[in-house]
Structures are given as structure tokens and as C-alpha cells.
């Protein structure tokens, strides 16, 4: 599966940005899809996955809870990420992955800046 991200960019603290990522092939078939960040002297973090089988789940990391959320298109194989409330501590390479039954993908990173 190749993976494509878009959406990144800079924003002040308070705003919202939408990340987009595009698969070449079904999410129906995929077991799991979300995003991942990473930014220089921090762990990398696990954001927000959206997990198909046994009627589908979302997960998201504490960090983010309540501010970001994930959604699917299953028409266009498209996943985004719907980032509120921005912080400076979000500020990072965001990058999109996806899990089938034997392999995990992952997508380039898009950079996201929050900053005033």
C-alpha cells in the first residue's frame, strides 16, 4: 500500500488544521489506519487509529484526547486527521500508516508547526 499525506503547515495555538492521507488501495481491506508523530527530543507518539475489525474502534493518545479526531472515507480509501485547540507541543512531523493482515505502511511525513 503506498500511503500519501497532506495537510501539514503552520498555525498559530488555538487553530485547526485537517491532515489527509491517501491510500492506493481499499482501508476496507486494512486491519488498522492513523497517524503517528514525531518531533527531535520527544518520544514518538502514536495519535489517533481507527482499527476495522469486530465493528471498528478509534484510539487516541491522552496527549490529544478530546481535541483531534479521526474519520475515513471509504469511497475515495482516504483518512484524516481533524486537529483543534492546536498547542506548540503538537508541533511535529505528523505521518500516516496503515496495517493489513501482513505488513505496516507508512505514508512521508507532513510537518506540522504550531506557533504564534
Known amino acids: 500500500v503506498q500511503l500519501q499525506a497532506s495537510g501539514g503547515g503552520l498555525v498559530q495555538p488555538g487553530g485547526s488544521l485537517r491532515l489527509s492521507c491517501a491510500a492506493s488501495r481499499s482501508i476496507s481491506e486494512l486491519e488498522a489506519f492513523g497517524w503517528y508523530r514525531q518531533d527531535p527530543g520527544k518520544q514518538a507518539e502514536s495519535v489517533a487509529i481507527?482499527?476495522?475489525?469486530?465493528?471498528?474502534?478509534?484510539m487516541y493518545a491522552e496527549s490529544v484526547e478530546g481535541r483531534f479526531t479521526i474519520s475515513r472515507d471509504n469511497a475515495n480509501n482516504m483518512w484524516y486527521l481533524q486537529m483543534n485547540s492546536l498547542k506548540p507541543d503538537d508541533t511535529a512531523v505528523y505521518l500516516c500508516y496503515a496495517r493489513d493482515e501482513f505488513e505496516l505502511f507508512w505514508g512521508q511525513g507532513t510537518q506540522v508547526t504550531v506557533s504564534s
Open positions: 481507527i482499527t476495522t475489525h469486530g465493528g471498528g474502534s478509534e
